[in-house]
């Protein structure tokens, strides 16, 4: 069994062109296992290739981050290409669909006058089409979702639990990366069966050290988010999945626990949401 698993990579970026080998060697050899992550067609067919060029340790996500759904279409446009994401879907290292989710950090939706509102608004409904054209290959394929929610978490539980009553529910859940919500939206989504992942940058920094501090171990999932959020702020290195043994232990030190302790529990909460990586094990 992995001795942790970075729920959150994105191994195709293009900082690490030419040492791709020598970053997963290093992760391989900590016992650290990877889910590099997809953020629209192109890069979740990539992610897939990079699966393949590990026998094991090095699994894929495929999705469509929020921000790559334009204003100009509509979410059943060929943008989404739902037939490509299908097929990916099927593939056996596949673990999750992701990452999707809603993301309004930049829309203007504060003042009805605003010129920019028509555009946001329309941007924020492609968002939500988007997310629930994912939920239903959820559960089409009975796959787990890693979630993107950046200052919109009210309406991406609001969608989440109008679709868990009217859907007969997920057959899997997932995780909401990077959290970045408050102890009550987190309440919210681990009454709906999700758990959350942190990375050392925020856990590092004290940025979440209290909501952490509530949090079950048995709800935290790890992640490194590489190539970004390296653990320190303001270090100029690029992050890498290897980092997140040092996560471990300052969630080690914020929940009283040993790393040891810490990095059993969230690689056992990984195993549980991506259940083809644990038929792997």
């Known amino acids: 069994m992995p001795f942790l698993i970075d729920t959150h990579a994105h191994l195709d970026a293009e900082v690490y062109a030419g040492e791709l080998q020598d970053v997963v060697k290093r992760a391989l050899q900590d016992d650290i296992w990877i889910v590099t992550v997809g953020s629209d067609l192109a890069s979740s067919r990539r992610a ?49 669909l992701g990452e999707t989710g809603l993301d309004f950090h ?8 605003d010129p920019a509102r028509p555009l946001a608004e329309k941007i924020k409904k492609n968002q939500i089409n988007a997310l629930g054209a ?15 929610c950046r ?18 529910g997920f057959d899997a859940r997932g995780i909401v990366h990077c959290f970045s919500g408050d102890w009550k939206d987190a309440r919210r989504y681990f009454n709906l069966d999700f758990m959350i992942s ?18 079950p171990l048995q709800r935290l999932a790890v992640e490194s988010d590489c190539p970004y ?50 038929r792997l094990v």
């Open 48 to 96: 897939v290739e990079i699966a393949e060029m590990f026998p094991e340790g090095v699994f894929a996500a495929v999705g469509l981050h929020p921000l790559k759904v334009p204003a100009d279409v509509s979410a059943q446009d060929k943008v989404l290409d739902l037939e490509g994401f299908r097929q990916l879907a099927q593939h056996p290292k596949v673990v999750a």
């Open 106 to 113: 930049d829309l203007a939706l504060d003042a009805p006058g």
């Open 134 to 148: 994912f939920l239903q290959l959820s559960k089409e394929f009975r796959l787990p979702l890693l979630l993107h």
């Open 151 to 168: 200052e919109a978490h009210a309406e991406m539980l609001d969608l989440l639990e109008t679709w868990d009553k009217t859907s007969a």
């Open 198 to 215: 942190v990375t050392g940058l925020f856990a590092n920094a004290g940025y979440q050290a209290d909501l952490i501090r509530k949090v």
């Open 229 to 278: 959020l390296t653990p320190d702020a303001w270090s100029s290195r690029r992050s890498e999945p290897s980092f997140i043994g040092r996560l471990a232990e300052t969630l080690a030190g914020i929940h009283g626990e040993s790393k040891a302790a810490v990095a059993a529990q969230t690689t056992e909460n990984a195993l549980k949401i991506f259940g083809r990586m644990k």
